[in-house]
């Protein structure tokens, strides 16, 4: 099911192109709106399978708007997010 999602830290195309490359093989292909605030992501996604991509979203620094994060989560994934940032300009 086509399916929309906000996400928190997506700032610019290598963000877009890290979260396009890197989701792609688990999850196929994903459009990033950069034209929004929250950013949206719009993928073909399960409910199922909702959680993996959470998890994924998290690992690269770009968390769902709507889970709720503390602090140090927060930071941690900004931090992580530049990062990612900086590899999808690079890659692109």
Do not use: W
């Amino acid at each position: 099911m086509r399916q929309s999602f906000e996400v928190f830290n997506v700032k610019c195309g290598g963000c877009a192109s890290t979260l396009k490359s890197k989701l792609a093989k688990e999850f196929g292909e994903i459009e990033v709106d950069l034209s929004v605030l929250p950013r949206k992501i719009t993928l073909d996604i399960d409910n199922k399978d909702l959680d993996k991509l959470s998890k994924a979203l998290k690992q690269l620094g770009y968390p769902l708007a709507s889970e709720e994060m503390s602090f140090m989560d927060s930071t941690s994934a900004k931090a992580k997010s530049f990062v990612s940032c900086a590899i999808g300009k690079m890659n692109s």
